[in-house]
């Protein structure tokens, strides 16, 4: 059965501290690794990746996969009260088929 | 462009009841993806449709199906409802194919409670 989990479940920092969100996975058939931002409402695209080793940056976000290792990434910098949201990660998988699993999410919190 | 639209926001059914849910994607936009998210299962994708037929579908029982119009738009729909079906139900838009067809865009979600 296809797996995605991410690490840690919830974080607490201070507004200009630097977080990593882990996510790590265990499917058949990899296609791609995508990261949403969800906040009070429905979860907003940041990332699709399909490559290893290649980052994609906006703004003070930015991630990367590792595929041989079977994880990705996401770094945010300098962070600040607006990005407290959850950060979901989720791997699609399969041929024409494809299936799309979520993990379970990072609900991450920005103090002042 | 008007993003992603879902109707109605909520609604309350009893168990055994069906109820339908609508979503309409962005203009231009082909493939409509259906989810599922519960506090316990968190995000589970239930199926997409594209320009029509259903294209993929997560594992969901056959109480769950939907159908897409020659507009785009989507509909799903949930049979003999139960109690664990009470969730957020989110519909997703996106181009469905080429370049970027996998960046989605939600809508607000349609609330479903079952008493």
């Known amino acids: 059965e296809d797996k995605v989990v991410q690490s840690p479940l919830s974080l607490v920092v201070h507004e200009g501290d630097t977080v990593t969100l882990n996510c790590s996975y265990e499917?058949?058939?990899?296609?791609?690794l995508l990261w949403y931002k969800q906040e009070k409402k429905a979860p907003t695209f940041l990332f699709m990746l399909?490559?290893?080793?290649i980052e994609k940056k906006s703004g003070r976000l930015s991630s990367i996969l590792d595929k041989k290792e079977l994880f990705s990434i996401l770094n945010i910098t300098a962070t600040q009260t607006g990005d407290s949201a959850v950060y979901l990660c989720a791997v699609r998988s399969g041929g024409s088929n494809y299936k799309l699993t979520f993990g379970k999410g990072t609900l991450l919190t920005v103090n002042p | 462009k008007a993003g992603v639209t879902q109707t109605p926001r909520y609604l309350i059914k009893t168990r055994g009841q069906q109820v339908t849910l609508s979503c309409s994607p962005i203009s231009g936009h082909r493939s409509v993806s259906w989810y599922q998210q519960t506090p316990g299962q968190g995000l589970q994708f239930l199926f997409e449709y594209f320009s029509e037929t259903q294209r993929n579908k997560g594992n969901f029982p056959g109480r769950f199906s939907g159908r897409q119009f020659s507009n785009s738009r989507s509909e799903m729909n949930v049979s003999t409802l139960e109690l664990g079906d009470s969730a957020l139900y989110l519909c997703a838009s996106s181009v469905g194919q080429g370049a970027g067809s996998w960046e989605q865009y939600f809508g607000p979600g349609t609330r479903l409670t079952v008493t």
């Open positions: 399909t490559s290893s080793g």
């Open positions: 499917v058949t058939n990899f296609r791609s």
